[in-house]
């Protein structure tokens, strides 16, 4: 996680959303209308309702499984980036060498990951 | 457009099961609200990466939000296309097997009902099997349209999901589901244009409970006022109505008697106050009939009357009884000054029906129509002089355009008593007066009727029994002494003289404890030989009722013999005996006013 501009995150934040899109796209997973639509023909036999379901089971149904997969790659890209950004921070650290913080000011938050 | 066997073979059931699935699913996308606030990338991270993020995540939650939409969209179609193709099948089986039931076919097509039986010999059984057919092919056309209209809702319902037309927003799963559901929402099948009382009936039974609720708080007037509806929701349809339009009558009549002339004259406004009084009169009267009285169902509410208010009460169980009786009347007839009397003299009627039911050794059930269900001519002379609308009725009163206007109404109200019912109850028209010639004429247009008692009527607009529709000795003539009108026959032949005419008596038979009634407005008199004879034929036991052994009065003589040929004379003795009568109703208004 880099830019020119430079770079701000809390990495836990980061991570937690991409595993939070990554639960939504289980859930999504799970929906497959697939073997139950065709009770519309079945159940309206002779129908528009009927010749319509056909073109919903090829069209409609995969949209789901297109945005289960889109919400899965956008959190794998949050979960890498975020390994990746805490490994960059950490090379730079080594590189600059030890470093003794500052001791904090009363009253200052806790951060996680550098800002 | 499906045929008949395939909606016969449609199975609602299924889309049940399968709506049950979608609903499963549309819930856990509302549940993934919190999921999709907790995905979003955190606030503290900026930088063009961060913005890349969130951007992404913005567009999976939109489209995340149009899949809920659609699944709402698609949940909402397939639990109305379940009701709507449970109600349509529902019409269309009962027509089906009514028909089947009478030996006739339907065309799987068309829906066309056929019947193949040789015409009776019978006329009346003839028009008896037209009329069915008739009704079930209407019936049937429902059910198909119905059908249709279910099929339509949700191919729309199908094809707007699979062209991604509905937008779920920007908000949330919850919120989008909410926009999907909406935009799913069937608009209700209409009542067909001046829909045959078949046509109603089908139309109402193939709407779905949910629509039908709907229906009743919106449309309170449609749904209180076309026959076809079964009584129940017309009750309550018409007890909606009944409140608002004494509000609202109620508001106009206050704005009315506020304005100035010049207001009134700039409103272009043709109500009176006067008008509106009667009204809010009529309106009363109904409406403490209803609090009297909490069984009656109040079956309609006609307020576009030019005068007065019109309607109609249920007495009794009118869908199930075995014998149904509709009591219409005559001149000056109104709610505020006759709905309360003649609806105790009906359940009288009712009570006594019930009393030869038992004696008869028969169980079977009693029910009422007291119809107030037309304007009914005025009566007194100085309408006759009115330039007015009021003038104009009055004056209907020495014709039968009234009559005639009323009829179509009448002869629908009739045919609906049976058209809602799964059986053929015993139907009676009880006339009183100038009702007799609403009634002729709204039998000829062909109804259900059984049995027709004529009560001191000037004539039924026919000097033929056949057109009536009516077998011999079922229309029945009631004509006590003194009564003018019932001699006047002034609208057809005096009943006297029809061929077919059973004539009942009204004179006392003290041996059964029934009282004489004298002249016109008696009839319904408790314990009188008249309302005796009334009930036997109401109840179906036609043959408990007393015939009139007297023969014809001086006057029966005269009217009879203008009919052969001495028309001037006869001329002459109806306008004298209608003077007297005029006179004599208008004294009779005074004295109980007075009294």
Redesign the interface.
């Known amino acids: 996680m880099s830019a020119g501009r430079g770079v701000a995150a809390d990495l836990a934040e980061v991570a937690a959303a991409g595993r939070a899109m990554e639960q939504a796209a289980d859930r999504v997973d799970r929906i497959d209308l697939v073997p139950e639509l065709p009770a519309v023909a079945e159940a309206l036999p002779g129908s528009r309702a009927a010749q319509a379901v056909e073109t919903l089971l090829s069209a409609w149904t995969c949209g789901f499984d297109r945005w289960a997969l889109a919400a899965r790659r956008h959190a794998q890209a949050l979960q890498t980036g975020a390994v990746d950004y805490a490994a960059t921070e950490a090379e730079v650290r080594r590189a600059l060498g030890p470093r003794t913080p500052p001791p904090p000011t009363p009253g200052s938050p806790a951060r996680q990951g550098p800002r | 457009m499906?045929?008949v066997s395939?909606?016969l073979?449609?199975?609602?059931?299924?889309?049940d099961?399968?709506a049950c699935?979608?609903l499963r699913?549309r819930r856990?996308?509302a549940?993934?609200a919190d999921?999709?606030v907790?995905?979003?990338?955190?606030a503290?991270?900026?930088?063009?990466?961060?913005t890349a993020?969130v951007g992404?995540?913005t567009l999976?939650r939109d489209?995340?939000n149009d899949?809920a939409a659609?699944?709402a969209a698609l949940t909402r179609g397939?639990v109305q296309?379940e009701a709507g193709?449970r109600a349509a099948r529902r019409v269309v089986t009962e027509a089906t097997v009514a028909a089947g039931g009478h030996g006739m076919v339907v065309d799987d097509v068309t829906g066309e009902v056929r019947d193949p039986a040789p015409v009776p010999a019978d006329p009346i059984l003839a028009a008896d099997r037209a009329r069915l057919r008739l009704e079930l092919t209407d019936r049937l056309a429902q059910g198909l349209r119905a059908a249709e209209h279910t099929?339509?809702a949700?191919?729309a319902v199908?094809?707007a999901?699979?062209s991604g037309v509905l937008d779920g927003g920007t908000a949330g799963p919850v919120e989008a589901i909410a926009a999907g559901r909406q935009a799913a929402e069937r608009p209700l099948l209409p009542l067909p244009v001046d829909a045959r009382v078949a046509e109603a009936f089908g139309w109402w039974r193939s709407l779905s409970p949910g629509e039908r609720i709907r229906l009743v708080g919106e449309r309170s007037e449609l749904v209180g006022n076309t026959e076809g509806i079964p009584p129940a929701p017309r009750d309550r349809a018409n007890r909606l109505l009944l409140t608002e339009a004494r509000r609202e009558l109620t508001t106009r009549l206050r704005e009315l008697e506020g304005a100035s002339w010049l207001d009134r004259l700039l409103s272009g406004s043709s109500e009176s106050p006067a008008v509106l009084h009667a009204k809010l009169e009529d309106l009363s009267a109904i409406s403490a009939l209803l609090t009297a009285r909490p069984g009656a169902r109040l079956l309609s509410l006609g307020l576009d009357g030019r005068e007065r208010v019109t309607t109609d009460v249920g007495l009794g169980r009118v869908r199930t009884a075995e014998n149904v009786v509709v009591t219409r009347y005559g001149v000056g007839t109104t709610p505020a000054s006759d709905l309360a009397r003649k609806t105790a003299e009906v359940e009288a009627l009712l009570a006594r029906m019930s009393r030869l039911s038992d004696e008869a050794g028969d169980d079977a059930r009693h029910a009422a129509i007291v119809s107030l269900g037309y304007e009914a001519p005025p009566l007194a002379i100085r309408d006759l002089l009115d330039p007015g609308s009021a003038g104009e009725r009055a004056r209907g009163l020495l014709h039968d355009d009234i009559a005639r206007d009323a009829a179509p109404r009448f002869a629908d109200q009739l045919n609906a008593v049976d058209v809602v019912r799964r059986d053929d109850p015993h139907l009676t028209v009880a006339a009183h007066s100038y009702a007799g010639v609403v009634t002729g004429h709204a039998l000829q247009q062909g109804t259900g009727v059984d049995d027709v008692v004529a009560l001191g009527v000037p004539g039924l607009a026919t000097d033929r029994l056949a057109d009536l529709h009516l077998a011999p000795g079922h229309l029945h003539n009631l004509e006590a002494k003194h009564d003018l009108v019932a001699d006047a026959g002034r609208f057809g032949r005096d009943l006297t003289y029809l061929d077919g005419v059973r004539e009942l008596d009204t004179a006392a038979h003290a041996d059964r404890g029934l009282a004489e009634v004298v002249g016109h407005t008696s009839y319904y008199t408790d314990g009188s030989t008249s309302q005796h004879n009334l009930a036997a034929v109401a109840s179906g036991h036609a043959e408990l009722a007393i015939d009139d052994t007297r023969g014809p009065d001086l006057t029966d003589e005269l009217r009879e013999a203008g009919h052969d040929g001495r028309e001037l004379f006869d001329r002459g003795v109806r306008a004298t005996k209608g003077f007297l009568v005029d006179r004599g109703q208008e004294l009779d208004r005074l004295l109980r006013r007075l009294g």
Do not use: F, I, K, N
Request: glycine share 2%.
């Open positions: 499906a045929t395939q909606v073979a449609w199975r609602p059931a299924l889309l099961e399968l699935v979608t699913h856990s996308l549940d993934l999921e999709l907790a995905a979003r990338p955190p503290s991270w900026w930088g063009d990466d961060a993020a992404a995540h999976l489209r995340l899949l659609e699944l397939l296309a193709s099929d339509a949700l191919a199908l094809d999901v699979v």
